[in-house]
């Protein structure tokens, strides 16, 4: 008899909880994982996300996003879920600089038409990223090198003399010239770029749902754009190309435009 009620119990909360489970740490430059059954629509503010016939799906904050976000869930019989996101204030790595040196004043004017034709290249690359609803991070994430030391952290920002420079949307690992550089997850190449000014050789994919990532300065590539790669699988070897002061890889996620912080999604187990 006792197993019986518990049994039902069970049967219970299988069919009438209508939860979202969600995974990862609500914070600016984080992406978060969520999952869900019978899902009819999934909205983080005013935008539809994308989930999958599994019932995952992505969002993530921007580097610089602030305050109250909301999560608006509604399933298949009409009822509905809102999670109120209150964002923390995230402090970045700002250092100001007073430097006598001549600093870096741009790319030689030669080279700008080439700058631009890259540039438009990327754009419709990255224009393809958000079409695939497949959920290809679901396969989880994993770092895409081993052993290598942070030399970079994300969203820092130098100011020299006053300037701000750019902020620094990735992780950056210090490693000898053809260490193994693996994809974080599953998902299809975009882009394997060749020898950009800025990218140098470089690799960018697709994980589905507008989540992405990039490896830059990369020595060699051990892929085409359009090929599928798993998690772990070998996509290149670590370089200097492009503008690249040593031998390092430049690792950068994005939900859509939103720069994430790559370490939001490691160990984020779901
Ligand atoms: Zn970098």
């Not at 984080?30 to 019932?55: P, R, S, Y």
């Not at 540039?119 to 990223?129: H, L, Q, T, V, W």
């Not at 994919?205 to 300065?217: F, K, P």
């Amino acid at each position: 008899m006792k197993k019986i009620f518990l049994s039902f119990i069970c049967f219970q909360i299988i069919v009438f909880s209508q939860q979202v489970e969600l995974y990862g740490i609500a914070q600016p430059g984080n992406a978060l994982i969520g999952k869900a059954e019978n899902l009819a629509q999934v909205m983080l503010n005013d935008k539809i996300l994308q989930f999958d016939k599994e019932g995952v799906f992505t969002f993530g904050f921007d580097r610089d996003a602030k305050g109250i976000h909301l999560l608006k869930i509604k399933y298949t019989n009409g009822k509905s879920e809102i999670k109120k996101f209150d964002l923390p204030n995230r402090e970045y790595d700002i250092q100001k600089i007073t430097s006598t040196k001549q600093q870096f004043t741009g790319p030689p004017k030669e080279e700008l038409p080439r700058i631009e034709r890259e540039r438009e290249i990327m754009r419709k690359a990255r224009s393809r990223i958000g079409i695939i609803d497949t959920a290809y991070f679901a396969s989880g994430f994993m770092l895409p090198i081993e052993n290598a030391k942070i030399t970079g952290v994300f969203g820092s920002q130098r100011i020299i003399n006053e300037t701000p420079q750019n902020i620094h949307n990735g992780l950056d690992y210090a490693a000898p010239i053809g260490t193994d550089v693996f994809s974080m997850a599953d998902g299809i190449v975009q882009l394997a770029g060749d020898n950009f000014y800025y990218n140098g050789n470089f690799v960018l994919i697709d994980h589905g749902q507008g989540l992405s990532s990039i490896y830059l300065h990369l020595n060699k590539l051990s892929v085409t754009t359009g090929e599928y790669v798993t998690k772990g699988q070998k996509i290149g070897e670590v370089g200097t190309t492009g503008r690249s002061t040593g031998p390092h890889l430049h690792w950068g996620v994005n939900w859509f435009n939103s720069k994430i912080d790559p370490h939001s999604l490691i160990g984020i187990g779901f």
